[in-house]
């Protein structure tokens, strides 16, 4: 029989100390440069199981999260909601409850944030956020691996993010960047402005890390001198019935050729993925010389493999 314990969860970057997110980082580095080195199964986590389970579709999160788990050794176990009793109406506190005495970490990936700290307030074992609509950690972890591999470093750079400032993918960034004391300014409009209660964690972080948190409505002055131009799908999964008013009230907020030449010389564009082209962005940019989404994409699979590392806490070699 399991020893049922406090775990510790990985629902929210705020989850994390700027310790903690350095260290992650690091970490992701070591085990990117033993992937190519050739060691692609280290094993340091043979006989762990891991239950990845999933409310909303997914690619690279599926994928590399379930590599992830094989690289270390594990055996990930994947269930989609509606194939669990999950579907049938079972309360997700049972499910947190049964699955946490079969594995040791579940992952979820959610439409509403509020599943997932139902998961987390009956699991005996560590949860982890693969993506809600609150926030999305492993995203933002494995972006800023993605910006110090490619800049050197991260303290005192300029991201900027365009778009919709309150999606799960900018609140994580905002309080990744705040943590890391990168200069983020988030380009969005007034009525899709970040959630009050992710700038007052990022103002906190931002205190002790020197950063500058701002957010403005003009994309053209925002990206003035960035080092980082980021953006994401205008429409997320779950907002179909909103879709068309979210499309108009972004008119203008494009990140197109000429809205990346007002940045830096070097300036380079993140994506998460999927993206749209010709709405969030245009194909000559993220096909373009200054796009590293495709690493950025690789990169969630040595972050999350880091990640999986910092909760479990094994012994590593």
């Not at 579940?106 to 599943?115: K, Q």
Request: aromatic residues 6%; contains cysteine; charged residues 25%.
């Amino acid at each position: 029989m399991k020893v049922i314990k406090t775990p510790r969860h990985l629902l929210s970057i705020a989850d994390l100390t700027p310790w903690d997110l350095n260290r992650i980082i690091e970490l992701a580095q070591y085990l990117k440069r033993r992937y190519y080195s050739g060691e692609r199964v280290l094993n340091v986590l043979k006989g762990y199981t891991i239950a990845l389970l999933f409310e909303k579709p997914s690619t690279r999160t599926r994928v590399s999260m379930e590599l992830a788990a094989v690289q270390l050794g594990m055996y990930p176990i994947v269930l989609t909601w509606s194939e669990t009793q999950l579907g049938r109406g079972e309360p997700i506190k049972d499910t947190a409850r049964v699955l946490s005495r079969y594995v040791d970490l579940i992952a979820a990936r959610v439409y509403r944030h509020e599943n997932l700290l139902e998961l987390a307030r009956y699991s005996s074992v560590p949860v982890v956020n693969m993506l809600s609509d609150k926030e999305h950690p492993l995203q933002a972890i494995a972006d800023m691996l993605t910006i110090l591999e490619v800049k050197g470093r991260l303290k005192g750079l300029k991201l900027v993010f365009v778009g919709d400032g309150r999606s799960n993918v900018a609140h994580s960034l905002i309080i990744a960047a705040a943590m890391l004391g990168i200069n983020m300014v988030v380009a969005s409009p007034p009525q899709l402005s970040p959630d009050k209660d992710v700038l007052d964690k990022a103002y906190e972080f931002a205190n002790a890390s020197g950063a500058r948190i701002e957010v403005v409505d003009d994309p053209q002055k925002a990206v003035e001198e960035a080092d980082v131009v980021y953006t994401d799908v205008w429409v997320s999964m779950g907002e179909e019935e909103i879709a068309e008013k979210k499309r108009q009230l972004l008119q203008g907020y494009t990140v197109t050729k000429d809205l990346l030449a007002r940045a830096k010389h070097d300036v380079v564009f993140m994506h998460c993925l999927p993206a749209r082209r010709g709405e969030e962005v245009t194909d000559e940019v993220i096909e373009g010389p200054q796009s590293i989404v495709w690493l950025q994409a690789e990169n969630r699979l040595h972050a999350q493999k880091a990640v999986l590392l910092w909760l479990l806490q094994p012994k590593i070699p």
